[in-house]
């Protein structure tokens, strides 16, 4: 193993010093799921996609359609604390509106 790539350093030209390791996780990112149901009107779900997911009109009616067709679909990948927030203002937002639609997210 080359020095630079040891745990080890050699200090005082001779004793070997243990370098730790960083224990931090690299940042993943997280896709925001949509799922489907058979209650929420296909309009709110278009309006959720383009005031959440940033999304025009074109684009949300393409993702809502294909939610409502294979179950589900991704409104958009971020980072956990995004995705996270995406995730409970969707939810929320949906129950408010007394409409079962749900979102969650997954690790990529
Ligand atoms: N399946 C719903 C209907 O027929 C429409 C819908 C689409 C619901 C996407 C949820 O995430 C959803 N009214």
Redesign the pocket.
Known sequence: MSEENSPYRRIDGGALLEVAKAEVAPPGRFQVI?????????D??VYVLQEFFAMNQEKATQV??Q??TRG??VGGVYSREVAESKVNLVNEFSRDNHHP??SMMEPL
């Open positions: 949509l799922l489907n149901d058979d209650f929420t009107p296909m709110f779900v809502m359609l939610i409502h589900r679909a639609l749900l």
